[in-house]
């Protein structure tokens, strides 16, 4: 009994000494590795189309510009989802946002678990949610501009194409997915922290541009590179 009082206070003094020195804890159950990278396109990118606005004007403006696929620099690819496939990934503790502002779809591709997306019309105007899935039953609802929000849930993982039917451009892409995921920011880059160590197959996804898929190994409290590249579509 006292032994492991003795015991407990030592780990205890351990823990904090640790904590002193900057250490970090030992890696558990839930400890992993993270995986960064880049993606970036080959080839030419379809240049953007500019549109003339027809229709609520006030809200949308004059122009739209449609960029079905958002290269940078050197060709880095916003907007790319990078997956950890079959991983389990801790669930996120927030709910996915889609919302219709200047009569865009924000964000253009969102990410969410299986679960419930919330959508929003900040917009003073009438917007249509009008999804094209198939694992998951298809939503073709009308969202008045008194309707702030919608709930409305995918619970199969799958890339959904979504319009509006008011709006001729308004074009996004729902990905459900439930491994590990992010997109890639303007600079192509990604970060999936936490990754459960070991060999894992990482799933690179554009909606344009299709797929493809590299093995990494990850390994506790590390950092692991990798980087894709994307044939431009002809
Ligand atoms: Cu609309």
Redesign the pocket.
């Given at each position: 009994m006292r032994k492991s009082v003795i015991a407990s206070v030592l780990v205890m003094a351990l823990v904090a000494a640790a904590a002193l020195l900057g250490w970090n804890p030992p890696v558990g159950a839930q400890g992993g590795g993270t995986i960064v990278g880049e993606v970036k396109v080959s080839g030419t990118a379809p240049a953007p189309k500019t549109i003339k606005v027809n229709k609520d004007n006030e809200v949308c403006g004059n122009e739209k510009k449609i960029v079905e696929v958002a290269a940078g620099a050197g060709g880095a690819l916003a907007n790319a989802v990078v997956s950890v496939t079959g991983a389990k990934g801790a669930k996120p503790t927030k709910k996915a946002v889609l919302d219709?502002k200047g009569?865009e779809f924000r964000p253009e591709v969102v990410l969410m678990a299986p679960g419930e997306l919330e959508i929003l019309n900040s917009?003073g105007?009438?917007?249509?949610i009008h999804t094209f899935s198939t694992a998951n039953p298809p939503v073709n609802k009308a969202q008045p501009k008194f309707k702030k929000t919608m709930t409305e849930k995918f619970e199969k993982p799958e890339v959904i194409k979504v319009q509006?039917d008011?709006?001729s451009w308004?074009h996004g892409w729902i990905v459900v997915t439930e491994s590990p995921a992010a997109l890639t920011d303007d600079k192509g880059s990604f970060k999936l922290e936490n990754v459960p160590p070991g060999k894992h197959k990482v799933e690179v996804l554009h909606p344009v541009l299709g797929k493809q898929t590299k093995e990494v190994e990850v390994k506790a409290g590390q950092e692991a590179k990798v980087a894709f590249e994307l044939a431009a579509k002809k």
């Open positions: 219709q009569c917009d105007v009438l917007h249509n509006c008011a709006h308004m």
